[in-house]
């Protein structure tokens, strides 16, 4: 189980942390990441790290402005969203699967539910 949080409503340029914490499977042993999907568009890959952390993901247009980062003690992996644009407006998911490559073409073994993003302009 993947229960994803800190989603809300910020305004342009604005900052957000989300978290996802994890249950009911080894999560040391999968990569971890995020997908989201804006009202009427398909799920989109986001950002994802590797199982110990060595290896970080982005998709080209959250670079430089999203950061992803896990704690395998605690069984979390966080998104720092940071100079936050209209067109990051979606529900965020938090997902886990075998390896990067997983996250990157969004097919994950596990999904969370989702958490709200919206951005005012």
């Known amino acids: 189980q993947l229960q994803a949080s800190g989603g809300g409503l910020v305004q342009a340029g604005g900052s957000l942390r989300l978290s996802c914490a994890a249950s009911?499977?080894?999560?040391?042993?999968?990569?971890t990441g995020w997908i989201r999907q804006a009202p009427g568009n398909e799920r989109e890959f986001v950002a994802a790290?590797?199982?110990?952390?060595?290896?970080?993901y982005y998709a080209d247009s959250v670079r430089g402005r999203f950061t992803i980062s896990r704690d395998n003690a605690k069984n979390t992996v966080d998104l720092q969203m940071n100079s936050l644009k209209s067109e990051d407006t979606a529900v965020y998911y938090c997902?886990?699967?075998?390896?990067?490559?997983?996250?990157?073409?969004?097919?994950?073994?596990?999904w969370g539910q989702g958490t709200k993003v919206t951005v005012s302009s």
């Open positions: 997902a886990a699967g075998g390896h990067g490559s997983d996250l990157v073409q969004i097919r994950p073994n596990y």
């Open positions: 009911g499977f080894t999560f040391s042993n999968y990569a």
């Open positions: 790290i590797s199982w110990r952390g060595g290896n970080l």
